[in-house]
């Protein structure tokens, strides 16, 4: 059986940092992981622990290219940025975490829906699963910026949330409003 590829560990606070060499090595090792993840998406390994659909869903993001069907998703889904060099290894980190609250936001409720959900809340958390810092399971990081809560999460933290902010400044709420 083959090793669920799981989302590299980050620096801490990756989006205050300011040290290009490991968020250089933190892009190298998330360019790493995409490969893996779009190998065991497309892959037989990933038996029943997604549905077809999500797991379509989720290769659409990080494949190489496009299907031919790809489109936009619903939420703010939008494909892995492949931020080329001279980039900022900083910025180019930014963009990714970015990205990759975009797709944690939308497993974090698209199964909450009034109607009938299009997928259910079990695999939408093993999908989260694959897109969680390989060493914050034990929790007590915001799963959107990744920062360390200093107490229990808080209005305070949304308030400062480099993710919140961001789509804030974008002139759109998060996904999920
Ligand atoms: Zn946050």
Redesign the pocket.
Known sequence: MSVVPRFPSMPANPFWSHDSDAAAAAVAALVAWRAELAAWLAGAERDDALSPALATVLLELVRARPSEEFRRFAYRLERMPSPEPPTDPCECLQSLLLWRAGVVDFLSDVWDTLGPAPFDIEECQRAGSLFTPIDSDGGGL?H??L?PFAGAPSIE?FER????RAWRDDGSASPRA
């Open positions: 915001c959107l910026c920062e933290h949330c480099a993710v919140q």
